[in-house]
T-cell receptor, first 113, second 113 residues
Framework: KQEVTQIPAALSVPEGENLVLNCSFT??????LQWFRQDPGKGLTSLLL?????REQTSGRLNASLDKSSGRSTLYIAASQPGDSATYLC????????????FGTGTQLKVEL | NAGVTQTPKFQVLKTGQSMTLQCAQD?????MYWYRQDPGMGLRLIYY???????DKGEVPNGYNVSRLNKREFSLRLESAAPSQTSVYFC????????????FGSGTRLTVV
């Protein structure tokens, strides 16, 4: 059974700092990995999608990397802003897994002024 | 805008009552999903439909039924609501036209008293 772990569970940083969120998974036979953002009381917004054949994806100040062999992905946020405060979730889709996603429990990020 | 639409956004039920959560997507996705999100438990898959005409159980199917009405619509039914079903419910869809990434609805906050 695929297990997805996110560390740390919570993180507080001052504005402007660069930061890294970690995601690890136990089964490396993945089809893709997706990072989401969730604001309090809201739904999930897709940030980045990395296919199994890719090493990284970038969107603006966000960069996500994937290392299948070690079962790890990182989300790098450059020059953090208070508006980045949210919970960040990673989710893994297995190859042949019926299209299902397995989610980590998230990292709650607070960026302070 | 294209996306996943869920109704209702909020609902309060009495124990034993029944209700149906509605979900529709307009992205021509083949697969649709129902998740529940609980504090400390993360997102857990209730049921999914890999394609029109098929449905399968996820991680926590007990107490729920689903119907894939057509390619666009996937409903979740609680036949006899219990307090343990108090949660936030998310519908999602995925398709090959977006690299297999998921798109989520904005959620239904359900309270069973």
């Amino acid at each position: 059974k695929q297990e997805v772990t996110q560390i740390p569970a919570a993180l507080s940083v001052p504005e402007g700092e660069n930061l890294v969120l970690n995601c690890s998974f136990t089964d490396s036979a993945i089809y893709n990995l997706q990072w989401f953002r969730q604001d309090p009381g809201k739904g999930l917004t897709s940030l980045l999608l990395i296919q199994s054949s890719q090493r990284e994806q970038t969107s603006g100040r966000l960069n996500a990397s994937l290392d299948k062999s070690s079962g790890r992905s990182t989300l790098y946020i450059a020059a953090s802003q208070p508006g980045d405060s949210a919970t960040y979730l990673c989710a893994v889709r297995l190859t042949g897994g019926g299209n299902k996603l397995t989610f980590g429990t998230g990292t709650q990020l607070k960026v302070e002024l | 805008n294209a996306g996943v639409t869920q109704t209702p956004k909020f609902q309060v039920l009495k124990t034993g009552q029944s209700m149906t959560l509605q979900c529709a997507q307009d992205m021509n996705h083949n697969s649709m999903y129902w998740y529940r999100q609980d504090p400390g438990m993360g997102l857990r898959l209730i049921y999914y439909s890999a394609s029109e005409g098929t449905t399968d159980k996820g991680e926590v199917p007990n107490g729920y039924n689903v119907s894939r009405l057509n390619k666009r619509e996937f409903s979740l039914r609680l036949e006899s609501a219990a307090p343990s079903q108090t949660s936030v419910y998310f519908c999602a869809s995925s398709g090959w036209n977006r690299g297999g990434g998921y798109t989520f609805g904005s959620g239904t906050r359900l309270t069973v008293v």
